[in-house]
């Protein structure tokens, strides 16, 4: 019974991950199509130039939410290791196992920092708590801030606030139930700072939409950044997918025409493909950072 137990385990493992890789080629296939569809070569390229200018700022607000993050899973490693370490520890280890999200997939940078258990005198049981709780904070995170921006927006319905935000409440619930070792008021600062921190890459994109068109909506502004923050759960927990590559983008596009965001189709599209151009960047950036800070760690 155990063996054909662990075989069923692997199998559906194996599907999921199968699935994930699928979802993800779909999806980039899909956004190459459309993109044919609206953009020449030439016409890309000029659009990227136009908005290069604001790139920098970009990172800078990237590096900072993944900073953010990467305080609270140091919050979590010192609630369960027997020693006290510096935050540029937990830095060093979590910018330079997020790159694996691209290769081999989702999932796999979470099995990268296993490695990170002995040298903090954690168990690998312990390990997997930080991740598992990481991974349900930043769920819920993610979806309190998309909550959020779609309340203060002009596009949603009345009826999917209210659903959402019953959503946004069974979330705190669930985390304040859920890993009871954890003191309540500790699990809820660290939702405040994921949710703070997903909803500043909701605000990249609005920024990149918003310098494309001629519009101070605000509320248009928030519909985009709460769509964006969902498009990022979608992609963030569908396993195999590379760092969502594809599955982001699709479900973007997806939720944007079900929405009748009233932006044109082309500028959702350029879009889409310039904020993963930040991420990667980005967290190209903070893996370098790991190889200057590599002598203080060791």
Known sequence: MKKSSIISKDSIKTLAYFVGRLLGLFGVLFVLYKLSQEYTVDSFVDRFVELIS?????????????????FVWHMMLLHYSNMKFSYKISYYFFAKTEIAKYLPGNIFHFLGRQLLANKLELSQSQMVKVSSIFTLLLVVGTILSATLFFLFSSGIDTYTKILLLILALLSIGVTLYLFPSFDRVKKLQMDTILTIS????????GIIIF??????????????VGIYIFSWLVGFVTPGASGGIGVREGAFIAMAEFWHLSISSEIILFSILFIRLINIVADLIAYISTLLIKDEIF
Do not use: A, E, K, W
């Open 54 to 70: 604001i790139t920098p700022y970009l990172l800078v607000i990237n590096i900072l939410s993944m900073m953010l993050g990467i």
């Open 198 to 205: 997903i909803g500043m890459q909701g605000i990249m994109m």
């Open 211 to 224: 310098s494309q068109i001629d519009s101070s909506q605000v509320g248009l502004f928030f519909q985009v």
